[in-house]
T-cell receptor, first 112, second 113 residues
Framework: DVKVTQSSRYLVKRTGEKVFLECVQD?????MFWYRQDPGLGLRLIYF???????EKGDIPEGYSVSREKKERFSLILESASTNQTSMYLC???????????FGSGTRLTVV | DQQVKQNSPSLSVQEGRISILNCDYTNSMFDYFLWYKKYPAEGPTFLISISSIKDKNEDGRFTVFLNKSAKHLSLHIVPSQPGDSAVYFCAARRISGANNLFFGTGTRLTVIP
C-alpha cells in the first residue's frame, strides 16, 4: 500500500514562528498536495506540485510556501504563523494516471 | 467559490437503514467524482468513484449515483453500520487543467446502533 507520512500529528506553535510541516510518500508519486481542513469549509487546496522543484498555488496560498527538493518529500512552510492558520493540515500524493489521492494522517496545528 | 457543495453538514441514521449523502457541483467540466471517508484524527480514505460517462457505480454496500443534468451525485450506504460513522467528502476532477481535486465541505454521518 502507498504510504503518506506526515512527520507530526500535533503541533503547537507561537504566533510569528516559522513552521515546517513535512510529508513523505513511498511510492514514487509525481503529484503531491497540501490541503487544510476546517469545519464548515471542507478541504481547501493550499499548494500542489507535479514534480521535483515544481509548485503551483492552490486556492488559499497566502501565508504559505512549499518546497519539493526530492520527489518523495513535500514540505509546507508557514513563514510567520498566525492564529488563523490553526487547522488540520493534510498532505496527499497521487500518480499521474490515477484519479484518487492517498492522504496522510494529518497534522493538527495550533497557533497560540 | 465553492464548486462542490454538500448542503447537509450532518446526518443521523438508524443502524440497518439506508444512508443517503448528497453532493451538488457547479462546474460542467468535471468528469470524475469521488467519495472519501474521514475518521477523526485520520486522513481521508478513498471510498468509491464514478466517471461522468456512467450514472451508477456499486461496490458492496456503497453505491454512487450521478445525475449529470442536475449536476448532482449521491452516495447510498445500505445497510448502514455504526462503523460507517465518519465525515464523508465528495470530490470532483476537471477534464482539463490542473489535476487537483475539488472537495465539498463534508457531511458528518452518525449511525445509531
Amino acid at each position: 500500500d502507498v504510504k503518506v507520512t506526515q512527520s507530526s500529528r500535533y503541533l503547537v506553535k507561537r504566533t510569528g514562528e516559522k513552521v515546517f510541516l513535512e510529508c513523505v510518500q513511498d511510492m514514487d508519486h509525481e503529484n503531491m498536495f497540501w490541503y487544510r481542513q476546517d469545519p464548515g469549509l471542507g478541504l481547501r487546496l493550499i499548494y500542489f506540485s507535479y514534480d521535483v522543484k515544481m509548485k503551483e498555488k492552490g486556492d488559499i496560498p497566502e501565508g504559505y510556501s512549499v518546497s519539493r527538493e526530492k520527489k518523495e518529500r513535500f514540505s509546507l512552510i508557514l513563514e510567520s504563523a498566525s492564529t488563523n492558520q490553526t487547522s488540520m493540515y493534510l498532505c496527499a500524493s497521487r500518480t499521474g494516471g490515477d484519479y484518487g489521492y492517498t492522504f496522510g494522517s494529518g497534522t493538527r496545528l495550533t497557533v497560540v | 467559490d465553492q464548486q462542490v457543495k454538500q448542503n447537509s453538514p450532518s446526518l443521523s441514521v438508524q443502524e440497518g437503514r439506508i444512508s443517503i449523502l448528497n453532493c451538488d457541483y457547479t462546474n460542467s467540466m468535471f468528469d470524475y467524482f469521488l467519495w472519501y471517508k474521514k475518521y477523526p484524527a485520520e486522513g481521508p480514505t478513498f471510498l468509491i468513484s464514478i466517471s461522468s460517462i456512467k450514472d451508477k457505480n456499486e461496490d458492496g454496500r456503497f453505491t454512487v449515483f450521478l445525475n449529470k443534468s442536475a449536476k448532482h451525485l449521491s452516495l447510498h450506504i445500505v445497510p448502514s453500520q455504526p462503523g460507517d460513522s465518519a465525515v464523508y467528502f465528495c470530490a470532483a476532477r476537471r477534464i482539463s487543467g490542473a489535476n487537483n481535486l475539488f472537495f465539498g465541505t463534508g457531511t458528518r454521518l452518525t449511525v445509531i446502533p
